[in-house]
Every structure is written in C-alpha cells, then in structure tokens.
C-alpha cells in the first residue's frame, strides 16, 4: 500500500506543514513505501495509520469543500438537526461562509470572516464538543449577528467565526463530544506534552472514558487542523472558545499560571477574561488547569495567544435565549477589546508592578474537564 501524498497550494499550505510535523514526523523513510509497523512514540504500533491517512487531505477533498452548493446542503441539514431541539431560526442566515475542508463524512468545515482586516483579530469557536449544544446555537447566532449588524465589527474589530468545529459529531441521532473517528478535538492538537501525557492521563484520570480519547496521535484529525489552520492564517490576537456545561470562564494565556508580577502585556491580555465577565452578569472566572493536546494548552500556553474558554452553564437548548442575553455583551466586547499580542511579551524587562491576576482565583476545581 502506498501513501498518496498530494501537493499543497493556497489555503492547504499549512495542512501541508502540519501534517509533516504532527504525523510524518514519525514514518521512518521505509514506511512510506511498504507500510510497515509504525510507531506512536508511546510503545505502540500499528500497521496503518490509525483513523486517518494522509491520502485523506487530499486536493479533492478540499475543491468538494469550496462548492457553494456543499456549503448550502450543509446548511439545510444544520437546520434540520435545530428544528429538533425547536430552534427555528435558520442557522446560517445570509452570512457568506466559506469552507476549505470537509469531514471525514464529508461535511464542509465552515467558518466567516467579518469586520476589517487590518484591526485586531478574534477567533471565535463553536461545536467543539458537539454534544454541547448551547454553544453551537450562541456561535451561530453571533455571526448571523455580526452579518446582520455589520457596525459591531466594522471598522474597529477583525473577527473570524467557525460555529461548528464538530459537525460530524452534530449531525447524529444523538449528537457526541467526539467526532467521527471517536476522538476528543480539544484533545487532540500537537503540544509539546502530547506524547508524554495525553494518553497517560486519558488511561489514569479519565478511566478511559471514550470520549475523551486524545486518539494515538495528536493532529490527526482534519477538525484539529482546521482550527491550527484558521490560527496560522490569520493570527488571531485573541481566542474565544465557547462550551458548556461546566459554568465558567477559563483563561489560557499570557499571565495564566503565573506566579511572578505580571507583564503590563501579561496584565492586560488576563484583563480580557475579567472583561468579559463584568459585561457578562460577572460570570465566575477560574484558573483552570489545561490539558494535554487542549486549545488552551496549544493557542494559550504554547503560542501566547489569550484564549478565553466560555462554559456555558448548561447544554439545554431550551437555554439558548437567555444565553444569548447574558453573553452577547461580553462576546461583543472580546472582539473590540484592545488587545495586539506584541513582540515583547517575553522580554523580561517588561514586568511592572501590576497585581498577580491568578491569586484571584482558585487554582482546580473538582475533577470536570473542559
Ligand atoms: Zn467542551
């Protein structure tokens, strides 16, 4: 058996890269021909890749994507999975979503871009864990929002909306946290702990719950590098990931964990979270631990991009209203609010006198997970 590896153009160049590093990296050279036994790193090995090949990103997959037409059937089945929970509201509205990757079931990864380039960027996430349901309807319901009300973005914000990472996992009878190869995505991306911990702490603190399976290598699901990809692309300067049920924000980041004075820089990316709260019924605010292969782990701790975690206080969908009016203020004001991440931010000479955020805060709470 061969691997079919098929060259990259435009928006795919990053794929390319990634998938180097976050599989390639461990096929020794004879592999790619005869398909030997490959190792993960962690004392295992299989005789393919599990769950996802390279001949899976290939250049058809991403054209299927582009279609205007995938993109609207989409839509349609979107609608039809909200009329089930008596949304009625038609979840893409007239916002003009783009697509450059489709699922392992062959569902377009959709995403909308809104506001002015050049201001500072937001990335919002949505259906991260399709089985939470409210966040799916809020990140929907913004860009519509945003589509509807073009001054809210206009010319002070640059904001990038992907509703439904998970769509796999949402279009099912009974909608799953994991998607379609049974893998946590917000476990899943590549950091620098991933083959020490991730399945150590899947087998020992999770007790090998199935949906949490990190999966035998990290990125190797397209829902995974789809969110690198829209980070590498556009550089957001902060990141919104919205969940449920757990009641909280959680912020990864810049000052996160930190134990020292903080960075002006620091201070202020960590304001973001407070921010949010404030204009959110000062929603509780905790220090949270993050998680091989996590978001917060590979936007916040690793790239040092402040990324706020939104847990909503429940998956209801009958709840969706009232989420709307308790976090659309603070939503709105995560994608004006004044922060450009900066080439000092690690320049010890920076740190000033401004208060430790985190003593705040507790530093655990119980044993839930993100
Ligand atoms: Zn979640």
Known sequence: MKLRVTSYSGAATGLGR???LGTFAWLSGPAFGQMKLIENGLGQSFSQLPFVSPTNFS?????????????????????????????LENPCGNVKWRADLHTRLGRPLIYAEFGTVSTETTLLLGGVHADELTPINLAFRFARYLDEHPGIAGAQAHVIIAPLVSPDGFLRQHPTRTNANGIDLNRNFFTADWYDKAQKIWQQNRRRVLAHFPGYFPNTEIETLFQIELIDRYRPDKILSIHAPLGFLDYDGPGSGVLRPLTSTEAKAKRLVKAISESSQNYKVVDYTFYPGS???YAGNERHIPTVTLELQTTDPRKCEAYWQQFEPGISQTIRYPFVRTPALDLPNEIDNATPFSTQYPQKIGKKTI
Do not use: H, P
């Open 295 to 297: 978001l917060g782990n």
């Open 18 to 20: 990634l998938l180097m």
């Open 59 to 87: 250049d058809s997959l991403i054209e299927q994507a582009r279609q205007t037409g995938a993109v609207r059937d989409f839509c349609q089945q979107v609608k039809v999975q909200y009329q089930r929970y008596k949304w």
